[in-house]
């Protein structure tokens, strides 16, 4: 296993408790290195959505614990954030919150010449994700060839 997949793993299992206590959902853990930083990033939710004091509380409770496991090697910056209305779907109560809705798909390889497909999705698997386009077909998505899959949303 990776050290990022170590590093958010374990972190999703210490944080768990501090977002059920504070009943809202743990959108995702990501640790990521951009530029010359590492960065730790945890994405909550909660109905209505997420605010800034939201986001201290599960900071600071959590950097109390970081501070304490410390069991990441690297030097990061820790952030608390909200997902955002463009976030990707990734884990299954994502795509079961999504089925009946609009996504857009961005593929890594083009599939009949087009690397994005905006439809209606209507079901899914591990391996695959069906949607439905304007003309009624449904196509078949095989996810390890989805680059992106969020909700589609018209401005």
């Known amino acids: 296993m990776a050290k990022k997949d170590i590093y958010e793993s374990k972190c999703e299992e210490l944080i768990t408790p501090i977002i059920e206590e504070n009943?809202?959902?743990?959108?995702d853990v990501e640790y990521v290195k951009e530029g010359s930083n590492y960065y730790l990033r945890v994405y909550i939710d909660k109905p209505g959505g997420i605010t800034v004091d939201d986001c201290e509380v599960v900071s600071r409770s959590f950097n109390e614990i970081l501070d304490s496991e410390d069991f990441i090697e690297d030097s990061y910056i820790f952030e608390v954030s909200s997902p955002g209305l463009g976030r990707p779907l990734k884990k299954d109560r994502d795509f079961?919150?999504?089925?009946?809705?609009?996504?857009?798909?961005?593929?890594?390889?083009?599939?009949?010449?087009?690397?994005?497909?905006t439809g209606v999705l209507k079901a899914y698997t591990e391996q695959t994700v069906d949607v439905e386009f304007e003309d009624g077909q449904v196509k078949t998505f095989d996810r390890k060839d989805i680059a992106l899959i969020r909700l589609s949303f018209d401005f």
Do not use: P
């Not at 009943?23 to 959108?27: A, I, M, P, R």
């Not at 009946?100 to 010449?113: F, H, M, Q, S, T």
């Open 96 to 117: 079961e919150r999504s089925i009946g809705e609009e996504v857009d798909i961005k593929l890594y390889r083009a599939i009949d010449k087009s690397k994005d497909y």
């Open 23 to 27: 009943k809202f959902e743990l959108v």
